[in-house]
Nanobody
Framework: QVQLVESGGGLVQPGGSLRLSCAAS????????MGWYRRAPGKQRELVAV???????NYADSVKGRFTVSRDNAKNTVYLRMNSLKPEDTAVYYC?????????????WGRGTQVTISS
């Protein structure tokens, strides 16, 4: 009964910025971590950034220094600020959480939001 809904995707030029949001809803009693994965055309899904309930963060090497993941625990919402965007950042971005639902701790995934970086 946990749902993740992403928003904020779109088309931006190289060097531009974009902010993604993901709100978790449903029967959530705790969140271990929230974050973002992405899948570029013809490539496997990869971790982009994750933030734990305690505020620790982890980033893919390719986005370090450019992307910032943050959260609002009260709203069960995670954000991804993307700066200095590159064409290789083009992908479908998926929100992720490891959350405590009615039946225990599980991984949940959003449906994805398209991010396209192009001139």
């Amino acid at each position: 009964q946990v749902q993740l809904v992403e928003s904020g995707g779109g088309l931006v030029q190289p060097g531009g910025s974009l902010r993604l949001s993901c709100a978790a809803s449903g029967s959530i009693f705790g969140i271990n971590a929230m974050g973002w994965y992405r899948r570029a055309p013809g490539k496997q899904r990869e971790l982009v950034a994750v933030i734990t309930s305690g505020g620790s963060t982890n980033y893919a090497d390719s986005v370090k220094g450019r992307f910032t993941v943050s959260r609002d625990n009260a709203k069960n919402t995670v954000y991804l600020r993307m700066n200095s965007l590159k064409p290789e950042d083009t992908a479908v971005y998926y929100c992720y959480t490891n959350a405590l639902g009615n039946g225990g701790w599980y991984d949940y995934w959003g449906r994805g939001t398209q991010v396209t970086i192009s001139s």
